[in-house]
């Protein structure tokens, strides 16, 4: 039985949700998650508008809808021997409007972005944690506690107080600290001074729950990899797949120097202590290229040091490997149906992002050759023909850690940093 792909694309707030499905013509959503940073994601959809409903004042449907007060949330589900599996694509906020009307023929084009971009742009109130856990000075710089205080997120219908924002641990927690007012004039601003710099750590946001409502965002450590209840390794072949393996259709590989680091500095915020490190071959090599993050929430001495070793022993080389990868879904309905577990993994936000992928090609002229990847991104477009998924890669060598007895992660000197 092939393995086949729907979605289902809805609005709304805490006051009610509508389902436009069937009005959509297509969308497309970006997803990005750096080191040390807050991950972003973005999209935007094309919808009919024939008849007049979601034209303002024009008396359909949707003519009174505040629509910057309104959550979009893109789901699916895959199918196989007629059992759907269900999978959150995209959850976020309406970030722009447009309607294009010549008089015979009407569409609307919805913008939007992540619930923790749009909460990210207000001002930080209080920088002072004290020691406190990355996920709880996440929770802390995000909810808003004082009813006097205005909301940082998108309320989404509630109140200023309502809304709660939960971490979700995909590795160990770890300290932070901060006795330093001010750090950074908005939230994101300052958590990617004082916390993602840590380690380097990252996070990602993933889904809205119209309770509260509830904001879910994920966090990784300073290892960079996700621990084993939350690991899932991807296999693509460019030749005929079996089993779990999933096809793809072009490969692009390149050279990797996005984050080539051999110099670096690294200052406690609440001390003022520097660090300093640096890789004498790669300098050697390819020049400086320095890093400096100047106002870190560090806890101890260790993490610094291992922070700043962790830049330039990682990333102190350029290396050739895979860029992105393409495949379709029209490509997974010719896969086995034990794909098809993996392929909904690659759909659902909070199970794609961060994965490592081991990928089997032939270059033109070449031996066949396997490398292990990481998805550091994902683009789907979709219209009711065919969804088209785009992977962004980075070298797992560099980006992921040593697993012991790990089948991927776990050989030295061939797959991760030795």
């Not at 409502?213 to 460019?238: E, G, H, V």
Request: with cysteine; proline share 4%.
């Amino acid at each position: 039985m092939a393995i086949e792909t729907a979605f289902t694309i809805e609005f709304g707030n805490l006051s009610a949700q509508y389902n436009i499905t069937s009005q959509v013509q297509s969308f497309y959503v970006t997803s990005q998650c750096n080191l040390a940073e807050i991950g972003t994601s973005t999209g935007a959809m094309t919808i009919k508008n024939f008849t007049g409903s979601f034209t303002p004042n024009g008396g359909g449907t949707y003519e009174n809808i505040d629509w910057f007060n309104q959550a979009v949330f893109i789901n699916g589900t895959t199918t196989v021997s007629g059992i759907p599996t269900a999978f959150n694509l995209f959850h976020g906020i309406i970030s722009k409007f447009e309607l294009t009307d010549n008089g015979t023929t009407s569409t609307v084009t919805i913008s939007f972005i992540d619930a923790f971009s749009a909460g990210g742009r207000s001002e930080t109130t209080d920088t002072q944690t004290y020691l406190a856990t990355a996920s709880e000075a996440v929770e802390f710089f995000y909810e808003n506690v004082v009813p006097s205080r205005p909301a940082i997120m998108p309320t989404l219908g509630g109140t200023n107080t309502g809304y709660v924002c939960q971490v979700d641990l995909l590795t160990d927690n770890f300290d932070t600290y901060s006795s330093v007012a001010g750090v950074g004039t908005s939230v994101n601003e300052t958590i990617q001074t004082l916390i993602t710099p840590v380690g380097p750590s990252m996070l990602m946001p993933t889904t809205i729950a119209l309770v509260s409502p509830t904001f879910s965002i994920q966090l990784l450590d300073y290892t960079m990899t996700r621990n084993a209840a939350n690991r899932t390794t991807f296999i693509f072949k460019d030749s005929t797949v079996s089993g779990t393996e999933l096809p793809f259709e072009t490969l692009r590989t390149g050279y990797e120097d996005s984050k080539l680091t051999n110099n670096i500095e690294v200052i406690d915020v609440s001390s003022a202590i520097t660090i300093t490190d640096f890789n004498a071959t790669s300098t050697t090599k390819y020049g400086q290229r320095f890093r400096s993050y100047g106002q870190v929430g560090f806890y101890t001495g260790t993490q610094m040091r291992n922070t700043a070793s962790s830049w330039v022993e990682r990333f102190g080389e350029i290396v050739f490997a895979p860029i992105s990868l393409t495949f379709t879904s029209t490509q997974m309905q010719s896969a086995a149906n034990a794909a098809e577990p993996f392929y909904n993994k690659l759909l659902n936000i909070s199970t794609a992002m961060w994965q490592p992928a081991e990928i089997t090609y032939t270059p033109t002229g070449c031996p066949e050759q396997t490398i292990l990847a990481l998805i550091k991104g994902r683009q789907i477009s979709a219209t009711p023909a065919q969804a088209v998924i785009t992977l962004d890669l980075v070298p797992a060598a560099q980006y992921q850690s040593f697993i012991l007895n790990d089948q991927y992660l776990g050989l030295l000197d061939q797959n991760r940093v030795a």
